[in-house]
């Protein structure tokens, strides 16, 4: 299946898309084809399972799954396939997204989940976790992530030499 997606970021409401759009646009950067859809773990249970669970089938190599406040959507996504699955606790709620992590993190022995930071940054990793995965079978991308790696270096030497460069006309 060579046009099929290899990853699916799945969120639990519409409302989480703002931050799940940092996982896609670091895919798109990639060229890493992928699929969004809102599907709840509460909500609609059997929707989101049949989700999980048919996307092998459908080419999907790694799940991205994004929630917020109970957050069981990424554990309910993993005890539905063998696919790597990745978390992402959205911001929010009483507890501005601890909740979400703590739900997140703290899978049964037997079912892992890995999980990212809350929020944009959370979202953000878990669209190159999931590049780094897929990575490991595609020397393209292992060599595009190198790269990426290297032109982040190379933004904090410019900031530096432009910091160093503003101080000495200061003096």
């Given at each position: 299946m060579p046009d099929s997606p290899q990853?699916?970021?799945?969120?639990?409401?519409?409302s989480d898309l703002a931050v799940m759009q940092e996982a896609a646009d670091v895919l798109d950067r990639f060229g890493v084809r992928y699929e969004i859809r809102i599907s709840s773990a509460h909500r609609c249970p059997d929707r989101t399972a049949a989700l999980a669970g048919g996307a092998e089938a459908r080419g999907i190599r790694a799940i991205i799954a994004g929630a917020g406040m109970?957050?069981?959507?990424?554990?309910v996504v993993a005890a539905a396939t063998t696919l790597p699955v990745i978390g992402v606790p959205m911001p929010g709620g009483a507890l501005n997204g601890v909740d979400a992590l703590y739900a997140t993190v703290q899978m049964p022995g037997g079912i892992p989940v890995a999980t990212m930071?809350?929020?944009?940054?959370g979202a953000k990793n878990a669209?190159?976790?999931a590049v780094q995965i897929l990575a490991l079978t595609?020397?393209?991308l292992a060599q595009a992530l190198k790269d990426y790696r290297r032109e982040m270096e190379d933004e904090v030497a410019s900031k530096d030499a432009a910091l160093q460069a503003a101080r000495r006309t200061q003096k």
């Open positions: 990853v699916l970021i799945l969120m639990g409401s519409d109970a957050a069981h959507l990424a554990g930071a809350i929020g944009r940054a669209g190159l976790f595609d020397d393209q």
